[in-house]
């Protein structure tokens, strides 16, 4: 099917990013370019041979297939295809064939560096990175690493008091950290002195430990400074000692943030850590909406934005315990609440439905299980009220099942190990996105470690989670690329959470039950499975990239609804995306379909 010039140069007027060039340069590149016709069933390249340019579809159908034979996009009318391994290092990362008769334009690799080199706007298109954006510094995206005062000053936990407060005169500061062989036993503040020691006027032999704030909060230099301002406000305090593992390394003041206050989100935290109902809370998590359009129009990145609001949730479940035992009595023995989904991965991007459990210490009776009923309603229904609704697979504390003993829990882990049927697995793979939120979290250290390193060790168990993660697949098809939802109130849309993000929320599961890896949010399990060697560096990066530009495909989306006044969803009309913008995510999903394909090949260090 040959082509004319003038047939060639209309099309790729229709083509972005030619659609953008000027006249000239687009007559330019018409006439350089060259035109394959392919058979049905033609190769039009093979994994690893040297690409002769980029392939613009003028007629026809294309496979992408990668190294496994597993196809991981269907292409058609003006998709482009091979510039990933041509700007990489000129080798075909994929196998293509024409799964019809097919005439393709190719753009030599000479002309392809030219026009991006020229023109910026085919720079932009052909950068497969997220670019990142300009935020002024400040306290919601600045790393703890970078607020806190290092070397903080310490005292051994029998220093006198008075020692103590000559130390801080003398070093012009309103704490110190009480240390003893490295080792962090608490933080005595001039609050302490005045307030314990001269009110009460203790004797001169008081030593720090007699009123020091023992075992107090930590957070880590890899925190956000918004994780510091939101303790403050909900515990009242104004020192926070920052460790990395059992080594002190630093402090965060009042003082520290002055200059980085992160006000809107840190503000909803301190009117929740104050609410006395439940119903003052929901007038506070009512504005979460316009939050998270503050957020990302102030150019954060979606993990920052996600975290915010997660702290809301976070606050709220902790202020709804303390009601709970204002109103019920103290608790009969230590429990712990955990929280699971969104939540318990930090990447709620708005109010969400709750998952949540109860863990209790062993020492718990049959006769105080009425108890933590009773404080499982009441903190459920309060989530309720404040718009987080109810389970629909009733995955709450509320449930008796997810409400037990720690050796209970330790038994659930067991069995879903040693007998990995498609119930344990769905449960299994909820469960390992738990993140404590309130109570005694030392209830849920071992059990983590124990449970991760069972189920590494059980090649079957990975195995069934491996399959089981791979269910939930990228929306690729041959609209553009694209496979909307067929039918139904959310027909020709993409369903951002389900094939978006969660593909990518379970890889990261995986590589953190490969490399027994703790965290639970998504990125911070990729970045970790690189570092573990789990995921190769090249690979980690495709995939991050993939991930940043899904979350914030989807949360530009929600933040266009909530501007309009609608409430927000994870349906994306492709039809609202330029084709920029449909280009780049077409190919983020290609990343995330090649990624599955390879974890499910048993190569998780794809790269």
Request: aromatic share 6%; hydrophobic share 40%; charged share 20%.
């Amino acid at each position: 099917m040959p082509l004319s010039h003038d047939e060639i140069a209309r099309f790729l007027k229709s083509v972005h990013p030619y659609d953008s060039l000027p006249s000239e340069a687009l007559e330019k590149l018409a006439g350089q370019i060259e035109v394959w016709e392919v058979e049905e069933d033609g190769k039009v390249y093979e994994l690893g041979h040297s690409l002769p340019g980029v392939f613009v579809i003028y007629d026809g159908q294309v496979d992408i297939t990668d190294q496994n034979g597993s196809v991981v996009s269907q292409l058609g009318l003006r998709n482009s295809f091979g510039e990933r391994g041509l700007l990489k290092d000129g080798k075909a990362a994929t196998h293509a064939t024409a799964t019809t008769p097919s005439v393709l334009i190719v753009l030599p690799p000479d002309l392809v560096r030219e026009l991006i080199e020229g023109h910026d706007v085919v720079a932009n298109f052909f950068n497969r990175t997220r670019t990142e954006r300009s935020t002024p510094q400040s306290l919601a995206t600045s790393l703890i690493d970078v607020l806190m005062a290092r070397d903080p000053a310490t005292c051994s936990p029998d220093t006198s008091v008075q020692q103590a407060a000559q130390m801080m005169r003398d070093k012009h500061i309103s704490s110190l950290c009480v240390t003893q062989d490295e080792a962090l036993l608490g933080i005595v503040t001039l609050r302490d002195v005045s307030g314990k020691f001269v009110a009460e006027a203790l004797p001169e032999t008081t030593t720090v430990s007699d009123i020091m704030t023992a075992d107090p909060i930590t957070l880590s230099p890899t925190d956000i400074g918004s994780d510091v301002l939101h303790v403050m406000m909900e515990r009242g305090i104004g020192h926070i000692p920052i460790a990395q593992g059992n080594k002190l390394v630093g402090i965060v003041t009042q003082t520290d943030l002055t200059h980085y206050q992160a006000v809107n989100s840190a503000e909803l935290v301190r009117r929740i850590a104050q609410a006395h109902t439940a119903e003052q809370m929901a007038a506070v998590t009512a504005e979460i909406p316009q939050l998270l359009v503050q957020l990302v129009a102030g150019g954060n990145r979606h993990e920052i934005v996600t975290r915010l609001i997660t702290d809301i949730a976070d606050t709220a479940t902790r202020r709804l315990l303390v009601l709970a035992e204002q109103k019920l009595g103290p608790p009969p023995v230590p429990y712990l609440w955990l929280a699971c989904g969104s939540q318990g991965r930090q990447e709620q991007t708005g109010v969400s439905d709750q998952d949540n459990c109860l863990m209790l210490d062993d020492n718990v009776t049959e006769g105080d299980m009425a108890y933590f009923a009773d404080l499982a309603k009441f903190v459920s229904d309060g989530l309720d009220t404040c718009g987080y609704f109810y389970c629909p697979g009733d995955m709450m504390a509320t449930n008796p099942r997810w409400c037990q003993p720690l050796n209970v829990w330790r038994s659930y882990f067991e069995n879903w190990i040693s007998k990995p049927n498609p119930e344990a697995q769905m449960l299994a793979s909820v469960m390992f996105d738990l993140r404590p939120i309130g109570g005694a979290f030392e209830l849920f250290t071992d059990l983590q470690a124990e449970t991760l390193a069972a189920a590494n060790a059980n090649s079957i168990f990975v195995a069934h989670m491996v399959a089981n993660s791979l269910k939930h697949t990228p929306p690729l098809g041959l609209l553009r690329g694209f496979a909307t939802i067929r039918s139904g109130e959310h027909r020709n849309t993409l369903d951002m959470k389900h094939n978006g993000v969660v593909p990518i929320v379970d890889l990261g599961r995986i590589y953190a039950l490969q490399g027994q890896l703790t965290g639970v949010n998504t990125r911070a399990r990729l970045k970790a499975a690189e570092a573990a060697g789990v995921l190769s560096p090249s690979g980690a990066r495709d995939l991050l990239d993939a991930y940043d530009l899904i979350a914030e495909t989807r949360l530009e989306h929600q933040v266009r609804q909530a501007k309009a006044g609608q409430k927000p969803d994870n349906y994306l009309p492709p039809s609202v995306l330029s084709d920029f913008e449909r280009s780049h995510l077409r190919n983020a999903f290609v990343v995330v379909k090649t990624m599955q394909s390879a974890i499910g090949h048993g190569k998780g260090m794809l790269g």
